[in-house]
Structures are given as C-alpha cells and as structure tokens.
C-alpha cells in the first residue's frame, strides 16, 4: 500500500496473485452502513481487469451484482478473460471472501466488455441539464453518519436528501419525483478514470427514499455502466466537477430501478449507468 | 423437442445435463445475419437458470455479453448458483460452443439475480406514452431479410427502420432523434413469461441505423434487463400486445447504448432495459 497514494487509489490498490487473482483489502475510509461503499467495490472489480496482463483496450461495459455485504478486512478478486477476440475482450470477474467460519464465499459476480476504442462518427444524445456551475450554487449540505460520504466533494442541485422524513409521496410529476442532480468530484480532487467514474455511477442514494421521503431498509443489487468517456475525455475532465442525474421509472414488489447520466463540466456524456435497488415495506 | 410447442419455446428448449450444465440448438426460425437474433440467446440464457433445480424466486435482472456470434448447431448453457441468501439468488452465465477447429469456446457471458418478491409499495413513474391501440393503426411494414422478424407480430409506431438510406443525420432534437415505439408480441401470439419479455428487450434494431440513416456493420455487446413484471402483471398481460420504446444517448469512439421500456397495453411497466452496441465508422 502506497500510503502518499490518493485515498481512492488506495481503496481500489490490488496485489496480483497470479491465475487471474487479486489480492484487495476494504477501506474504512469508504466504510458505508454494513459493508464498503458499492461504488468502491464495484471500481476495485474494474481496477482487476485494468490492471491484468491481458488485457485489451478500454472499458466498454461493467455490471456488477452485489450478493452479499464484504466483511472488513482481505478480499480475493477474479478476473478471467473469457473470450479475447480482435478487438473486444470479455471478462468475468468474482469477489470472493472467507466468511466467519473461513469458507470462501462469493460476494459479487459481475462483467466487463473492454475494447480497442477508434474514432468513428458520434454525437451526444444526452444534452446536459442546464444547471448552476459548480461554484456558483451553495446547495444544502452533504452529509449523512457514514464515512465514504467524506470522500466526495459535492454540490447538491435537485433532489437532495429529505431534510423531514415524512413519508409524504411526492407530488412531483412522473419524471422529476426521484430526480437528483448533482456535481461531485473526489475529496481530495483527483483526475478522474474509468475507476472513479465507475465508482461515481453510484454515489446516489436510494431513489426510494426520495420517492417515499421514508427510510426503509435499500441497498443495490446490481449495477451496470456504460463508459461514453474514452482516454481523452477522461484527460479533458481531469479533476474538474461531474454533473451527475439520477432518477427511477418502476417501484414494485420489493425493487427500485434507477437511470443515471454523468457530464463533465464541458457537457460531454461520460457514462450511462443503471442499477436495480432492493427495498422493504 | 415438442414439436406441437410454440416456436418460441422450441427455440429456447434446454436438456439438463446435470452439473450445471444444459445443451441447446440454435433455431433457425430466429436466426439473423451471422448468427441467432440476440434476444433469443439471452431467454435461452435466463431459461436455463428458470429450469435449474436450485432456484429460488423470479427474475430481477439479467446481463449478457455476446461474446461471438453462434454457429449453427448445439451449444451448452452452464448456469451456476455463485450465491444463495435467504431471498435473493446470484447467477453467472456461460454458453459455450466449439469452434470451427471443434475447441469449446464462450459465447456469451452473463448473470441473473432473481429473488422471492414480495408485495411493497411501489408506483410506475413511466407512464406509457399516449399512442393509438395496437389495432387503431397500420405502421410501416416490418420487415427484413432476417428470419426472427416473422417470429414477431409488430405495429410501427414512430423510428420505423429508415425508407431512405440517404445519410441525413436526423434533424428532430436529441431525445427524439434515434427514438423508436412499437407494439409488439409473439406471432402467433403467446402468454408473456420472462424468458418472451427478455428477447422483446432487444427487438429494437441498433439506433445507428435510425440516427444516421446508413447501414453500418452493428451489434449488440451486452444488454441488461430489469424485470418490473412479477407473474402477476405477466398473467394479466397473457398475449397481448406490449408497447416498446428505445432510445439512445451517446453515440461515439465505436459503441453507443440504448434505454428500453416495455409497457402492457394497460400501461404496466414490464421491464426497463439497456444495451451498448457495437458500430463502425
């Protein structure tokens, strides 16, 4: 561990092992309720495949199912190349972690599609929102009892966290009632890549509770992101703001989606991003 | 093989091997360009976890990654429990083929999550878009020299495959330019289960082809699927028409993705789903 490394790289930081194994250890600096923040977890998978000997080309696609809360303390991933092809690479990546009674368990499956990115024609689809710059808005304060919350330097725009928990529906219409926008960054500013952009996919809280303004047991099951960004982007947004939005379309029967989109400040689609969310009651 | 089965479920039939393990056959009734249509791959894929002995519950969410396209002939799907917990179960998906040199190869890798549903709150915060019944309209032909284009009875809607391949960008705004509605189902029609819902998912052709209105080499490289429908909105669906709609948001550097709703004509959301999708020049 490099401990003059940024705090991000130290949390996502792996030992290869060889045979498509890597060696990781959590971080209570990214400590969330029962477990690691998922967004880290899900980062340290992708950080495997980037750093494998094997690999080729640039993240195209991650999804990561979260089967069960890591434990603190030591951590196995893998990640296989399932299938190399000329251009597109396909892995299948496990975490495993020993459970109280020291038999290796899975706790997230997941996939990456990488490849060799080439210019092409391209357009942005996603116009980003018309919102205050960065410095130029105070929004209300970032905060909640955990530590990876710390870890993001954020400006709230819509959608905050419900200062009453009144369980009042909201009256918004369809399409802004689990609508949050804001700018993040990491803290302290770090230039981004796909890791903190992956791990940025994920720092909105439960749609449900700002749907329902009720706190009731939500966690994420499953993440997929869908990189836009390549090398350059990344470079050309370096440690600046991301505008991240975020919103749900279906609630039922004890799941949640939820639909996210990150700009940087010049309005470049860095990432598309999907999640489903377990809920109670 | 049942023969008095529908096309559907012939094409997605399985053995059980044991071990995991299940061989299928290509169908040549959903075959497209090189290879199968892919939304019949990946119900082949959850069909193997749904008839796997070990499930517990229905289908939350599902990922595949064509990995290759298949040849025709045999192929075996390995569906394995990586996690079980008390309500939710986490799958990881092969299908795996020889190659030509009769080498076994991965073709596709994925996960599915299912999980015991329970009643809950819940509110559907996509309403279906106001369009005429399926029955009130006479769309665009729906054809193309592929053979699962027949599998499917379809009403166009708006995004019809291009008339004229002229080149012209599209001119309409950024959320309307590469968006396409439809109703559609099985022909001939059968009750939807999850295995029909997941290939609706990707009935969409690339939104390339509508955004520049060219014909360039594209496919889909991975796609998820959220499952909102329980069994319960999927009896009340039974086999009528479900209304589907697809858009992207970036397109550039080789791959753009697509969102996806697919709604029953009473307006239940069934299933949210996304895909990134391989294209050149």
């Known amino acids: 561990m490099d401990a003059s490394a940024h705090v991000f790289d130290q949390a996502i930081a792996l030992t290869a092992l060889g045979d498509d194994r890597f060696e990781g250890h959590t971080s209570d600096a990214y400590w969330n309720m029962v477990g690691p923040f998922g967004g ?16 080729l080309g640039q993240p195209v696609a991650l999804t ?41 368990a899975v706790v997230l499956t997941g996939s990456v599609v990488t490849a060799v990115r ?12 018309a919102v205050p710059a960065p410095d ?16 993001y330097e954020v400006v709230q725009l819509d959608g905050a966290l419900p200062q009453h928990w009144d369980g009042a529906v909201s009256a918004a219409d369809a399409a802004q009632a689990s609508l ?6 990491d803290a302290p500013p770090r230039p981004i890549d796909h890791c903190a952009l992956t791990a940025l ?16 047991p939500a966690g994420t099951v499953s993440m997929t992101v869908y990189f836009h960004a390549d090398d350059a982007a990344l470079r050309a947004t370096a440690d600046g703001h991301v505008l991240g939005q975020a919103r749900a379309h ?25 999640q489903v969310v377990y809920y109670k009651e």
């Open 118 to 129: 080439r210019e092409t024609w391209g357009i942005n689809d996603a116009p980003m929102p």
């Open 40 to 55: 880290i977890t899900a980062a340290t998978a992708l950080n495997a495949v980037l750093q494998h000997p094997a690999l």
């Open 180 to 185: 949050s926008r804001l700018w993040m960054r």
């Open 250 to 274: 279906g609630f039922g029967a004890g799941f949640h989606d939820q639909s996210a989109w990150l700009w940087n400040a010049a309005g470049q689609l860095l990432a598309t991003s999907v």
């Open 201 to 216: 996919a994920d720092v909105f809280y439960p749609r449900i509770f700002l749907r329902r303004r009720r706190r009731v």
């Open 136 to 151: 130029a808005v105070r929004g209300p304060p970032w905060v909640a009892p955990v530590a990876w919350i710390q870890r």
């Open 64 to 104: 990561v199912n979260y089967a069960a809360a890591l434990a603190k303390g030591r951590f196995i991933v893998v990640a296989r190349a399932a299938r190399t092809n000329r251009s597109t690479q396909h892995w299948s990546i496990e975490i495993r972690q020993d459970d109280a009674d020291g038999v290796p």
